[in-house]
């Protein structure tokens, strides 16, 4: 690659999070990224939509352990996997897919360090040492694939609600009755992963992101951080969202309804206006080992917010029990000897 060398030294420019330009590594000259004017705005999602395959190259490297592929248009090699952790990477030159538009990272590595130590310090039941465990040099800025839905929906509902009594004598009394409405729903930048790493949940857990802060595209971006690619195609991961979302407006309208159950209960929901965009999003992704077990998490790249998985130190969980479970006890003693 010949498009990230500075000019003054032969350097290499990697992206920079504080300027959001581009930065000599010999140097330190600064290289404005020109943005382009127009806004990004999503495209209709019709049958035969899907994203359109890139004209550039980039170094692809795949993990040979977990058999996930990233892609960097930086001459730094890529040395250990953003998803797995391990270090058996295979690189390859391809042409791949590029997305539409990104947001970009807004915080260093430093700064999401640190908000992974705060978060793991306020997890309950975790090992005193595990703040050790979880090493920052695994931590790797990536952008990852997701697609942005903009779509309305109609939701049609029925059923019959059930609600019980019992009087003073110990009588029940069961009334039902049948009910049916419809609602509507705006859904904006609706987010589905389109990579391997982070799922759908995970990715809404640590947003918003700031949609109104999607830049158009440009490899210049990708100069020493890293790109997933994505890992299904536009109409599949569509259907997913469907699913996705009309099992959420069931689920709401079901228990929203004021009856103690409810019987032959139907939800249809339908989607228009649906559009799209194939974007990258900032995280951080970092993996470690806590007796032989594998954990891994994600910081967001703009605003720091993480999530993961973490161990759970048995002793902190035991004592914790006893505790409740001293206090429990003491509590019933005085009650029963000086209460009553």
Not at 92 to 112: H, M
Not at 133 to 146: E, H, K, M, R
Not at 171 to 196: C, I, M, P, Q, W
Request: one cysteine or more.
């Amino acid at each position: 690659m010949t498009g990230n060398k500075c000019k003054n030294c032969g350097g290499e420019l990697l992206f920079d999070v504080d300027s959001q330009n581009l930065v000599c590594n010999h140097c330190s000259s600064v290289v404005e990224i020109e943005q382009k004017t127009e806004a990004l705005e999503k495209k209709p999602l019709t049958s035969d939509s899907t994203i359109a395959l890139s004209k550039a190259e980039y170094s692809q490297y795949t993990c040979e352990t977990c058999g996930r592929q990233h892609l960097s248009a930086s001459d730094t090699p890529l040395t250990r996997c953003p998803s797995c952790g391990d270090c058996n990477l295979k690189k390859t030159v391809k042409v791949e897919y590029v997305p539409d538009g990104l947001i970009t990272f807004k915080i260093n590595r430093q700064t999401a360090v640190n908000k992974l130590y705060s978060w793991l310090s306020k997890r309950p039941f975790t090992p005193n040492n595990l703040k050790h465990q979880a090493t920052a040099d695994t931590l790797i800025g990536v952008y990852s694939p997701a697609f942005s839905y903009d779509f309305n929906t109609f939701t049609k509902y029925s059923g019959v609600g059930v609600k019980s009594r019992t009087d003073k004598e110990g009588h029940t009394y069961v009334t039902r009755t049948n009910f049916s409405d419809v609602r509507n729903d705006k859904f904006v930048d609706y987010l589905e992963s389109a990579g391997d790493s982070i799922s759908s949940v995970k990715l809404r857990t640590i947003g918003p992101f700031s949609y109104g802060k999607v830049l158009c595209y440009s490899t210049e971006y990708l100069y020493g951080w890293i790109g997933e690619t994505v890992n299904c195609n536009l109409q599949d991961n569509a259907k997913i969202m469907k699913q996705d979302v009309a099992f959420s407006i069931k689920h709401r309208v079901e228990f929203s309804q004021p009856y103690d159950r409810i019987e032959n209960f139907y939800c249809n929901t339908t989607f228009n206006d649906m559009k799209y965009n194939y974007i990258y999003l900032p995280i951080y992704k970092g993996t470690y080992k806590y007796k032989q077990k594998k954990y891994t998490y994600f910081v967001n790249g703009e605003n720091g917010k993480v999530t993961g998985k973490t161990p759970k130190s048995f002793w902190k969980i035991f004592f914790t029990v006893l505790g409740i479970g001293a206090v429990i006890g003491t509590l019933a003693y005085f009650i029963v000897n000086y209460a009553l």
